[in-house]
């Protein structure tokens, strides 16, 4: 989650240069500006930066996000707060950046995520995220500042540029002290220097074409289609069903709804309600963060971006459009209660990947598993057929 800042007033030293390659990290070259418990020598700070290099993509998702693990998110409804909950009006250009940041940092996801890190570790893209990365753990939780909601690329900068010197400092001490190092880009981005801000956008914008721009029509219409799939669950469970469904694990305990999470956090949304944007190339837990415009939560989408077509080239299907061609016809296919293995073989797909939109049919309550000795056969649940029968919109 990346933005720039237009104040460029500091009193901090000119940071050192690369040439183009960005920042050289020398200790001494920037005052110590975050709050102590924040700090990290800068030959701490290289020695995590190629432990992390070394770390397998497996190992880099955060093992506490797997639900079951006894850390939740709480979030204490108030009537009016049920009220005023909503979805978001479509994607935001800058949380989508962030989000795409940490994903390629982690190793959840399943094969289709898998296969888009490696279509985006080209030379330039990792050379262009590579200062992202200061800012944006794997959690997906970087700095609010600098991913503020808007309905496109201008309007997010013009907001950020609106932060005060106070929100900068505060968000970056919070990512520092919640574990990401300080290095010398963030101390002089605290400082409100010129240089660090310009370098920062320049890396955005070299960023976000591949990350996002790209993808944006796929984005959107997984956007769209998850809104689709949520108001049909709504009409037929009503808001609390809906909520609770949002993420596999969640449950009401009176007016708090509790969601599997990496930390056990309370938040209350105090009368202002809550916001809701899927993302389709987002597979961690759900994210929650306070901006001007109210609380908003970020959560997987229904289809994950690499299974999702190009809009214009999809079927005249409407259960194609709203769960990708392959899923959608591995759900119709679970009327004959297959094992995995005859998926695969049935739609020339690897086990693998038919094990993992078996998977996200089970998290959306459209199929149920049952294993039987060594073969493990799905079948369509009740709200599979009802939406076999009547498409997305009913």
């Known amino acids: 989650m990346v933005g720039l800042l237009s104040d460029g007033r500091t009193g901090a030293r000119p940071l050192p240069r690369r040439g183009r390659g960005g920042y050289r990290r020398t200790a001494g070259a920037a005052p110590a500006i975050l709050s102590a418990e924040a700090e990290t020598s800068e030959a701490e700070t290289s020695e995590a930066e190629t432990s992390e290099a070394e770390t397998s993509e497996a190992e880099t998702s955060e ?49 289709g995520f898998t ?19 200061q800012l944006v753990p794997p959690t997906g939780a970087g700095p609010l500042f600098l991913d503020p909601p808007s309905a496109d690329l201008d309007q997010g900068m013009d907001l950020v540029r609106r932060s005060t010197a106070t929100q900068v400092r505060t968000e970056l001490t919070r990512i520092t002290t919640a574990g ?19 370098y920062l956008e320049r890396a955005m914008r070299s960023a976000y074409p591949a990350l996002v721009g790209t993808a944006w029509p796929r984005l959107r219409a997984g956007f769209d289609n998850d809104l689709a799939w949520r108001g049909r669950i709504q009409r037929e469970r009503g808001l609390r069903g809906m909520l609770a469904g949002l993420y596999p694990g969640s449950r009401w305990r009176g007016s708090t709804l509790e969601i599997p999470a990496g930390r056990e956090l309370d938040v209350r949304p105090d009368g202002a309600g809550l916001v809701l944007m899927p993302s389709a190339q987002w597979a961690g837990g759900p994210l929650v963060g306070r901006y001007p415009q109210g609380m908003l939560m970020v959560y997987p989408a229904l289809t994950p971006l690499p299974f999702l077509g190009e809009p214009a080239s999809a079927p005249d299907d409407p259960l194609a459009a709203l769960l990708g061609r392959t899923r959608a016809a591995v759900l119709r296919l679970t009327s004959r209660e297959p094992t995995t293995s005859q998926l695969a073989e049935l739609l020339g797909i690897s086990l693998a990947s038919a094990s993992e939109h078996a998977r996200a049919l089970r998290r959306a309550g459209l199929v149920a598993t049952v294993r039987s000795g060594r073969a493990v056969h799905h079948s369509c649940t009740g709200l599979g057929h009802r939406l076999l029968a009547a498409g997305p919109d009913g």
């Open 180 to 198: 990401l190092p300080a290095t010398t880009l963030l101390r002089h981005l605290a400082h409100q220097d010129r240089d660090a801000w310009q």
């Open 63 to 111: 093992a506490a996000e797997i639900p079951g693990r006894g850390t939740v998110l709480r979030i204490h409804f108030t009537a009016e707060d049920l009220l005023s909950v909503r979805f978001a009006d479509g994607p935001a250009p800058l949380l989508e950046l962030g989000l795409a940041v940490a994903m390629l940092q982690r190793g959840d996801g399943g094969p």
């Open 115 to 133: 296969r888009w890190r490696r279509s985006l570790s080209t030379a330039r893209t990792r050379a262009a995220v590579a200062p992202l990365r």
